[in-house]
């Protein structure tokens, strides 16, 4: 067979068509000697997702501290729309592939491309789109039925959990009453409720102490995350690692207590006379936050062996949804509850540049909590969390530049301390990442997405 890299376009079409029919789950028959290389692809979309985090979380930082200081005091209505808005993820992401994908095939139909799949014909924009849209919902009820039979062995399955696409849900209804998807639905509260209190001592603790400390040591949950994953997630004790971890955490300190690091307060506005009060609380949110990062990873993430990245990401972004709907459906009613019983009353008298900003810190936080599970289900929790100690340097920059707070060497050093123990973090977990990519060629999860695609098409 000549290789398929040496191919011209034709050719590669053919092949893929061949390809795509003769597929089986179990046993992929693939061109270049039965094995797809993920690797490469794999590193560029983790180094995309961490720099989308970075800035994310910057403008997060930056725009929240700006809205405190501007006069806006609701912290947890704040967390509220920030967590609550988690919910139109998975809505956002099946719309707009189903539409890229509907419209792919639409152009293809125009030119008069035949289709891949033997036996189909273009049937209607609306039917394109519907089958899309069940496809994808196909492969997030295969991939919760994963992750349940691997954090429980004594779950039963509703279906039958060997990949069997005309026995998967039919209608929407059975996919929610589906046992995995129970499974996801109820493990994902207690793992809500953990991060609305770590998230809340965030925002809490941003109304009193600096934003820099705020950012520094709600990163440290790195340390509480190795902790954690240790015992929960069955990591192996690492020297290198547990190092790269205190020496980014020690970092962390000499940027957050050095004497020479210009405060924040003329910036905020706001009283910083409690600023230890604030540091105790979201050292607090810190260990809930890591211990949050860990349980999201065993029991809302599918083993890397099992699927492949893409798959990965999407069941990333389909539980976050899962969460965002907790959130906006159960949330509201102590913020109701607080407001009538005097407990606290919500202000909702700001301007509309102040809400604008609020929005724009949402939509910061959307961005940035996308990406940082997506990294947390792709690699570790331990590296996701060190990754983004990396924000404390990115932080200080953006203040030195929209602000004119001048970066002390001090500061400098600090922020090159945490930057090589994320490297240190990297090199000694580079082999696991290596090796979970090469797990992952074993079994073409990819091609779940193509025989359901093909089932969906021909019983229309």
């Avoid at 809490?204 to 990163?219: E, G, Q, W």
């Avoid at 992952?440 to 229309?460: C, F, K, M, T, Y």
Wanted: glycine share 6%; charged share 15%; net charge positive.
């Amino acid at each position: 067979m000549n290789d398929y890299r040496t191919m011209d376009k034709v050719s590669r079409k053919n092949a893929r068509g061949t390809f795509q029919r003769d597929l089986t789950y179990n046993e992929p028959s693939l061109p270049n000697g039965g094995r797809i290389v993920y690797s490469k692809g794999k590193i560029v979309f983790v180094f995309l997702l961490f720099l989308i985090s970075i800035a994310a979380f910057v403008s997060q930082t930056e725009i929240t501290s700006f809205v405190y200081s501007e006069g806006f005091n609701e912290p947890f209505l704040l967390l509220y729309l920030t967590h609550g808005s988690w919910f139109v993820l998975w809505p956002l992401q099946f719309i707009s592939i189903a539409f890229f994908k509907t419209t792919r095939k639409y152009i293809r139909h125009l030119r008069g491309y035949e289709s891949l799949v033997p036996g189909t014909k273009w049937k209607g924009f609306r039917r394109t789109f519907a089958s899309s849209v069940k496809a994808q919902h196909r492969n997030i009820h295969h991939t919760s039925e994963l992750i349940a039979k691997s954090c429980s062995p004594g779950f039963k399955s509703s279906m039958p959990l060997d990949y069997q696409p005309q026995k998967h849900p039919k209608t929407y209804r059975d996919f929610f009453t589906s046992n995995s998807i129970k499974y996801i639905l109820l493990t994902s509260i207690p793992i809500t409720l953990i991060l609305n209190v770590a998230g809340s001592s965030w925002y809490f603790a941003l109304t009193l102490s600096t934003s820099n400390d705020v950012t520094a040591i709600y990163n440290c949950s790195a340390f509480t995350a190795y902790a954690f994953a240790i015992p929960l997630l069955g990591e192996k004790f690492s020297f290198l690692k547990l190092s790269s971890v205190i020496i980014a955490v020690f970092g962390v300190f000499i940027v957050t207590y050095n004497p020479a690091v210009p405060s924040d307060d003329d910036q905020s506005g706001n009283d910083k006379s409690y600023r230890f009060v604030g540091n105790v609380i979201i050292s607090v949110g810190a260990v809930l936050y890591g211990l949050y990062e860990v349980l999201y990873k065993k029991y809302l993430c599918c083993p890397s062996s099992l699927i492949s990245s893409r798959r990965q990401a999407s069941m990333s972004n389909f539980a976050m949804s899962v969460i965002g709907i907790f959130n906006f459906g159960l949330f509201w009613a102590p913020l109701v509850f607080a407001h009538f019983t005097g407990l606290h009353k919500f202000n909702l008298d700001y301007s509309g540049t102040i809400w604008l900003l609020v929005g724009l810190s949402v939509l910061s936080n959307l961005l940035f909590s996308c990406s940082f599970l997506a990294l947390t289900s792709l690699t570790s929790p331990v590296l996701s969390s060190v990754s983004s100690l990396v924000t404390i340097l990115f932080v200080g920059i953006t203040d030195w530049l929209l602000f004119g707070i001048q970066l002390s060497w001090t500061q400098i050093f600090g922020d090159m301390v945490v930057v090589l123990g994320f490297g240190l973090l990297i090199y000694g977990s580079w082999n696991e990442i290596s090796e979970d990519e090469e797990d992952d060629l074993v079994i073409d999860s990819d091609a779940e997405s193509v025989v359901s695609a093909q089932v969906s098409e021909g019983r229309r």
